[in-house]
């Protein structure tokens, strides 16, 4: 008796936030498919406690080079190839996947889209993503945004599916007499990037806390000292603590952990332009969306400017509870009732039609050949999706200094979690 295999969904990821959209969305698009998950080697490979943390187990892992997925068996067999990576690596491994999966009776239908808001570079992020099957959007909003875009440069509309952000869950906001009103900060590891304002953040932060000593007030964390995530924190807010002005009051506590856990204890959502916002609105959870830098494109918040959810410190202290405005919240996919029919029915439709079409991204080397080669290049790729020979991807002068300089950085960064960070942690935890 021939035993049939089972249907396997890859998800190729870069950092453990794109592995939790990734990992998510494969459980939305097939959830009786076994989950492979792929982790790409570099700077934001994520721990395994970043995983832990994530709480989604795949049936199998590895990690490789993204050039190793050209000749990759497992990944070609795969039924579907979700692409939680930045959009650069998306057109890479769609152009090389496409030639090295051209002529097959059966490729993997390919999947792509956003971790979070898209509040910058749309049409950069978009346009590396076309030639995906099934491009994601997380909302009504941003399905319109990419149709027009592709229609308007010849790139099927169709692709783009509309559905919600995979982690919008949880069990609804109750008030409870049993714990304190919890403020939660969930803080980014990159918005705002300079340490001045991160400071008044965090002081701020403090600041609240001594004003309300009946609230608890959380500082939501993203990875511990000397781990690396999507974005660089160049100045964390654990090593913050110790410059603040005055100590930090009782009430006040950095935490890690699962947001959807820790929105279970949440009574009011602050932050500058996280998705965490979008969790914590579809839970009706009082959200505020921080105005005291500025609404500004640079932060991500002006996305945010017609949610009714801008306040600031001041506004918070007084007691303000943002909740967003109803119209807005619905074009922004929060509480939409099963999000991703449409998406499995655009995969089950590709699935239904014969062999599938040969991938064919928008950038290729004959039409934006000086764009596309450079992109190949650093992913270890030639222009025909050829690895290239070990050694030359990166090579030079220019690429041994890059090299010379990010290890120096990658040493300092250990150092200071090591020496600084990882004491502060433990006098905090102490205290």
Not at 280 to 296: E, K, N, Q, W, Y
Request: include cysteine; charge should be neutral; glycine fraction near 10%.
């Amino acid at each position: 008796m021939t035993v049939t295999p089972p249907r396997r969904v890859a998800v190729v990821a870069d950092s453990d936030t794109r592995w939790k959209w990734g990992a998510s969305v494969a459980r939305e698009l097939a959830p009786s498919h076994a989950l492979d998950a792929v982790f790409l080697r570099g700077r934001s490979t994520p721990t395994e406690r970043q995983l832990a943390e994530v709480g989604i187990v795949p049936d199998r892992r590895r990690e490789v080079a993204p050039a190793e997925l050209v000749d990759d068996a497992e990944l070609a067999a795969a039924d579907v190839v979700v692409l939680a990576v930045a959009g650069g690596t998306v057109l890479a491994l769609t152009h090389a996947l496409g030639l090295a999966w051209e002529g097959r009776e059966r490729r993997p239908v390919t999947v792509s889209g956003y971790v979070g808001v898209v509040y910058e570079k749309l049409v950069d992020g978009l346009l590396t993503r076309a030639g995906t099957d099934i491009v994601l959007a997380n909302s009504a909003y941003d399905a319109g945004r990419f149709a027009r875009a592709f229609d308007s440069v010849g790139v099927d509309p169709g692709s783009v599916v509309e559905c919600a952000l995979p982690f919008l869950g949880g069990a609804p906001h109750r008030p409870s007499r049993e714990r304190p009103f919890t403020l939660t900060f969930a803080v980014q590891p990159s918005v705002p990037k300079d340490r001045a304002a991160r400071l008044h953040l965090l002081g701020r932060a403090a600041a609240h806390a001594r004003r309300h000593p009946e609230r608890e007030v959380l500082v939501k964390l993203r990875s511990l000292p000397g781990e690396q995530t999507t974005h660089v924190e160049a100045d964390p807010y654990q090593l913050l603590v110790e410059a603040l002005p005055e100590r930090a009051p009782a009430n006040l506590e950095l935490v890690y952990g699962n947001m959807a856990e820790v929105l279970d204890r949440t009574d009011l959502l602050v932050t500058v332009s996280s998705t965490a916002a979008l969790e914590s609105m579809h839970r009706g959870i009082p959200t505020a969306i921080l105005t005291d830098l500025g609404v500004r494109e640079a932060h991500g918040n002006h996305y945010f400017l017609h949610s009714g959810c801008l306040a600031s410190w001041d506004d918070l202290d007084a007691g303000a509870l943002p909740q967003p405005l109803p119209e807005w919240a619905a074009e922004q996919g929060i509480g939409k009732a099963d999000p991703y029919t449409a998406a499995r029915d655009r995969l089950a439709w590709l699935r239904s039609g014969g062999p599938l079409p040969p991938l064919r991204p928008y950038y290729t080397p004959s039409s934006a050949g000086p764009y596309l080669v450079p992109i190949l290049e650093r992913h270890g790729l030639d222009e025909k999706g050829r690895p290239l020979p070990e050694g030359a991807a990166g090579s030079g002068r220019a690429g041994g200094a890059v090299r010379r300089v990010a290890g120096r950085g990658a040493r300092k960064l250990y150092r200071m979690g090591h020496q600084r960070v990882a004491p502060a942690l433990r006098r905090w935890g102490a205290a």
